[in-house]
């Protein structure tokens, strides 16, 4: 069991990849928190628009990162080996969070203080401007169910994580470039134990032209984490038998 030691300093990293025009929103919701995070980490994984000018803004308020376009796993794990913060807070930069969603999150922890990740209900905000809630999923139940599916939320910015169990655990697989989310929830639930938070407080947004929308390019990726991860607790006849039994639904695109 992992110690229960109450969070000490909170890190949002945020990777940003040509997001300039919604980084900024970015930034102010994670600085309106109510909960105060210590430190915000804008990692530029090789953006050729604005993200640069509009990082530069918030001036010591956040910590610019540039790297080459390596994609988000690597830009994620670039921010979390940056970070000096016992927790992460990661958000992808066209998302934001309403002003509680940390200070919620650290409620969740006191409830469950061995959780080395607390997620929330999300609210997914389309391009029509129609939105739609989606509950997070009861922890008791996230395994077996992240088999078929990237079930804790489908956004690694819902997310709150112990920083040293991400670092011990190999951080996200830089190999993927789309489900690298959903394969880090599988190798860390099957060790340690997940909160989760009722309350919608994180909003995604649900672009069409997002990588979550290229359904081809999802289920590829989706099909790569089979016997990397999806099956790698199983008995060779029991993937036999997972595989031949019916197809279930190998999703992991946003709602």
């Known amino acids: 069991m992992l110690a229960t030691a109450k969070p000490a300093r909170i890190s ?3 990777p940003c990849y040509n997001d300039g025009r919604s980084l ?16 915000i980490i804008i990692v530029d994984d ?3 628009d604005n993200t640069p000018e509009v990082a530069a803004t918030f001036g010591e308020r956040v910590r610019y990162i540039y790297q080459d376009h390596h994609g988000a796993a690597a830009a994620r794990n670039a921010g979390i080996r940056a970070a000096s913060g016992d927790w992460v807070a990661l958000l992808d930069a066209e ?9 919620l999150q650290l409620q969740a922890l006191a409830q469950q203080p061995d959780a080395v990740v607390v997620y929330t209900s999300v609210i997914g905000q389309r391009h029509d401007g129609s939105n739609e809630v ?5 922890p008791r139940r996230l395994w077996p169910a992240l088999r078929s599916s990237n079930c804790v939320t489908g956004s690694a910015s819902a997310a709150l994580v112990r920083r040293d169990v991400l670092l011990a655990e190999g951080g996200f697989n830089e190999d993927l470039r789309v489900c690298e989310d959903w394969d880090c929830w599988v190798r860390l639930v099957r060790k340690y134990p997940f909160a989760a938070v009722s309350d919608p407080v994180t909003v995604l947004t649900l672009a069409s032209c997002s990588a979550s ?3 081809d390019r999802m289920l590829t990726g989706a099909r790569k984490l089979i016997d990397t991860t999806l099956l790698a607790d199983l008995a060779p006849w029991r993937r036999s038998v997972w595989r031949r039994g019916p197809e279930p639904p190998l999703t992991s695109a946003r709602l």
């Open 24 to 39: 900024s929103r970015a930034i102010i919701g994670v600085l309106a928190q109510t909960y105060r995070v210590d430190e």
């Open 134 to 138: 989606v509950d997070a999923t009861d």
């Open 213 to 215: 929308h290229d359904n």
């Open 95 to 103: 998302d934001w969070w309403l002003r509680e969603k940390i200070e």
């Open 12 to 14: 949002a990293v945020i």
């Open 46 to 48: 090789g953006s050729v």
